[in-house]
């Protein structure tokens, strides 16, 4: 399965579930009688709603950030970023030190 759908996938239970447990919860504390039909569509709907959001405002953040291929590590919630530099070790410190921003 594509990286991509699978967010939307996990999106969209996770969201829908979520959402449809506590308006269950909701209903039956305020004592009104359980209705299956609207479980299932206010969840999938709200499900559905939330996941195309949000993983699209994810997807267009990366792409804006100039990835081009999105893959597994790219939707993951922790991310990295590796940089490199062409000075040595106590010259990128002195340089660090007399930044106004890096100093502290």
């Known amino acids: 399965m ?15 579930l979520t959402y449809g447990l506590i308006m269950l919860g909701f209903d039956l504390a305020s004592g009104e009688k359980f209705n299956v039909w609207e479980f299932l569509f206010t969840t999938i709907l709200f499900g559905f709603i939330m996941s195309l959001i949000l993983v699209s405002f994810q997807i267009y953040i990366l792409k804006k950030k100039g990835i ?14 590796t940089v490199t530099c062409a000075l040595n070790k106590t010259e990128l410190i002195e340089k660090l030190k007399n930044d106004p921003i890096f100093e502290k």
Request: without cysteine.
């Open 68 to 81: 081009k291929e999105i893959t597994k590590e790219n939707l993951a919630v922790k991310q990295t970023k």
């Open 2 to 16: 594509k990286p991509i759908i699978r967010k939307y996938l996990k999106t969209f239970l996770l969201a829908g």
